[in-house]
């Protein structure tokens, strides 16, 4: 697959990633998010695939509103990543907190499909 097929092909995860986000939809993000996922968070503390998947499942995290504002796809020497800009709205405990943010997603390509091996997201 030439490059600008993989940046069209991860253009599309990094739009179902951010749907199953939205909508906390657990299964999608069981597909999407590689078992050995290694991730940061705002805080800067290590988060796994069944840590994001169990924060959904509860309603930890919940996205009132995730607007993406820039999108960069890279697919390139072996190296492909996307990087997102949104507005976010996300609600905890009653409270609701309102921040611009940015995730970086490194992909691969596992079992059929694109999946999320590394990645992070900070105070943009």
Do not use: Y
């Not at 309102?98 to 943009?124: C, M, N, P, T, Y």
Request: zero cysteines; glycine letters at 6%.
């Amino acid at each position: 697959m030439n490059d600008s097929k993989i940046e069209a092909a991860l253009d599309a995860a990094e739009s179902d990633m951010q749907q199953a986000m939205k909508s906390s939809d657990v299964g999608a993000l069981d597909r999407i998010i590689s078992d050995d996922l290694v991730f940061t968070g705002v805080d800067g503390a290590a988060i796994s695939k069944e840590d994001d998947l169990e924060a959904h499942r509860s309603g930890a995290t919940h996205f009132e509103r995730l607007d993406e504002v820039s999108r960069i796809v890279h697919a390139s020497d072996g190296r492909n990543f996307t990087e997102v800009v949104a507005d976010v709205a996300t609600s905890a405990e009653g409270a609701t907190r309102v921040a611009r943010l940015k995730w970086h997603r490194e992909w691969e390509f596992i079992d059929g499909r694109w999946q999320v091996v590394k990645g992070s997201v900070a105070l943009a």
